[in-house]
């Protein structure tokens, strides 16, 4: 843990001398990531497996079939499943015992507990070490609403349920609640290295948003997408998912339009210019959508209806995130953040969703852009602490002769009372070029 602290007070000290906080090496991720486990594990873990009532749980993936889950639990230097891996967490109701049932240790959390030349059946050795350990109730990840937690094959399932005396079989249940509870569960240390994360993506998407990216009528969206993706290669990043660009202008078309991906357009001078952009750092995931404006030659600033539009979205989020409260569901969550929208004359839609180990990630849903009434299962999640979010929402805008939205997405934290921007908002669009003296607030 000194070597933690060591490190995560390297990066704050990097933040402030400049703008893009220092990225780890390799080595130096692997390190923290390895660090960061072993504490979930000993630390988050045996609370979360206690609550669900829980005392066994076995994780099983294939190479090149991974579970979600498992991906998780591996050390720093075991990039995938080898052959089959198989995990036992067992809590003896001190502290939790961790065994691989494979021909490796997986790290120094899960022992080797098995020696195929004693055992060459493995499922043998499987079946012997939960008899031997006698668990009330033994989890498996299958599970009907949540993909991250619905990891392990038809094939093994089947295997596991032959093996096993009926007196074992019958005490297997879904580890469906202890696979969200696990990803979504945020521990201090790790939102020291979030804000890192979401850092470096602000820095990012504020390089891509100026002159020395885009110049109006010679760079296209498309351009600055790739930009995007380039950028992240070349600092050693990960983008998690594919990253868009798509600009807004007065076309005559009263009709504001979400479902299409926008089409690859020359940005011009007065176009509305907006990103979704976002990176995977130390096993952390970041979802970010901002906005600038083409400056039209002679303005120093935008109209004023964009930046009335842009506070309106900010206000549309304090509405939304003054409705969390934990023990809430997402569902409860949406229905009466639009409600309080609506009464403020907002034209709001809310699609916000859990961020963390997985980009949209395990927890409650808080709408879907074609599912404002409400989003089934996943929108009757509840609510915990300790948890992050992409808050992710748009509100519609008229013109004599143009509709728009303004969209946008920041990552933030609820610690189970409030809620807080891991690193702050966009207040203020972008302007593109930058007059002199403009800073982001």
């Keep these: ?34 660090q960061m486990l072993q504490a979930r594990f000993e630390h988050v873990l045996p609370q979360l497996m206690r609550e669900e ?34 995990l036992i967490v067992y809590d003896n109701g001190k502290t939790l015992e961790g065994l691989s049932v494979a021909r490796y240790a997986a790290g120094d959390l899960f022992k080797s507990a098995w020696n195929p030349d004693r055992q060459p059946d493995q499922w043998r050795q499987l079946k012997i070490l939960i008899e031997e350990r006698n668990p009330k109730k033994i989890a498996i990840n299958k599970a009907e609403h949540f993909g991250h937690a619905d990891g392990l094959s038809a094939y093994h399932y089947e295997q596991m349920m032959q093996v096993l005396d009926k007196k074992f079989a019958d005490r297997v249940v879904s580890a469906e609640n202890l696979c969200v509870r696990w990803l979504e569960t945020r521990t201090p240390e790790e939102m020291v290295l979030y804000e890192q994360a979401m850092r470096i993506t602000h820095a990012i998407i504020e390089e891509a948003f100026s002159e020395k990216v885009i110049q109006p009528g010679i760079t296209t969206t498309e351009d600055v997408v790739w930009w995007f993706r380039q950028r992240a290669a070349d600092l050693g990043l990960v983008t998690w998912f594919h990253p868009s660009v798509d600009v807004q202008r007065p076309t005559g078309n009263s009709q504001a339009t979400f479902a299409q991906r926008p089409g690859v357009s020359v940005i011009q001078p007065g176009d509305l210019l907006h990103c979704d952009f976002g990176i ?24 004023d209806f964009l930046k009335a539009a842009h506070r309106q979205a900010l206000r549309l989020m304090d509405i939304l995130t003054g409705e969390f409260r934990t023990g809430r569901t997402g569902n409860a969550i949406l229905a009466d953040a639009l409600a309080k929208a609506k009464a403020e004359d907002i034209y ?64 933030a934290f609820f610690d189970g009372k409030t809620v807080r921007y891991i690193d702050g908002r966009q207040k203020e669009l972008f302007l593109i070029p930058r007059p002199v003296g403009h800073l982001k607030q």
């Excluded at 602290?5 to 080595?27: C, E, G, K, V």
């Excluded at 066994?56 to 639990?73: C, G, H, P, Q, S």
């Excluded at 009434?373 to 929108?379: D, K």
């Excluded at 992050?388 to 990552?411: C, G, P, Q, T, V």
Aim: overall charge negative.
């Design 1 to 34: 843990m000194k070597n933690t602290l060591l490190l995560f007070a390297l990066l704050l000290s990097a933040t402030l001398q400049a703008q893009l906080p220092h990225i780890l090496t390799q080595r130096e991720q692997a390190e923290v990531k390895d």
């Design 53 to 86: 009532g829980i005392d066994m749980w076995v994780i099983i993936a294939r190479e090149y079939n991974e579970d979600a889950i498992l991906k998780t639990f591996l050390p720093s230097t075991w990039l995938s499943a080898r052959r089959t891996t198989m």
């Design 280 to 303: 995977t750092y130390l096993g952390l995931n970041t979802d970010c959508q901002e906005n600038a404006y083409i400056l039209r030659p002679g303005e120093t600033d935008a109209p």
């Design 348 to 411: 709001p839609s809310i699609y916000t969703h859990p961020i963390g180990m997985h980009g949209h990630a395990a927890g409650p849903t808080i709408g879907l852009w074609d599912r404002q009434e409400g989003v089934p299962f996943t929108g009757d999640c509840k609510l915990n602490p300790n948890t992050a979010y992409s808050i992710e929402l748009n509100s519609r805008h008229y013109l004599d002769d143009w509709a728009f939205l303004m969209k946008m997405e920041e990552n």
